[in-house]
């Protein structure tokens, strides 16, 4: 049974930093690619950035040269180091992990970012 343990939201000001952590279990993490996604109110939920388990690494054009994507293979374990905080980064950001052989998609629970002043 895959499970996924989100940690590290929070309110920060603008211009401040955060970082994200999810921990799977259940997984094998050579056929799994991870990733964090985002849902502000009243919009779609996003994907943010995402890692392959080679580390090949994709991002969101808003959020280039602020957030950094890792993972460590061994914890099966993804972050999200998230500089420059703007408001509109305020959202709930969701771990993700895909197994790349069949695509399903396991979710974690949501943790809430929130930048304010």
């Known amino acids: 049974q895959v499970q996924l343990v989100e940690s590290g939201g929070g309110l920060v000001q603008p211009g401040g930093s955060l970082r994200l952590s999810c921990a799977a279990s259940g997984i094998l993490s050579s056929i799994y690619a991870m990733g964090w996604y985002r849902q502000a109110p009243g919009k779609q939920r996003e994907l943010v950035a995402a890692i392959t388990h080679s580390g090949r690494t994709n991002y969101a054009d808003s959020i280039l040269g602020r957030f950094t994507i890792s993972r460590d293979n061994a914890k099966t374990t993804v972050y999200l180091q998230m500089n420059s905080l703007k408001p509109e980064d305020t959202a709930i950001y969701y771990c993700?992990?895909?197994?790349?052989?069949?695509?399903?998609?396991?979710w974690g629970q949501g943790t809430q970012v929130t930048v304010s002043s």
């Open positions: 993700n992990v895909k197994n790349i052989l069949t695509a399903r998609d396991y």
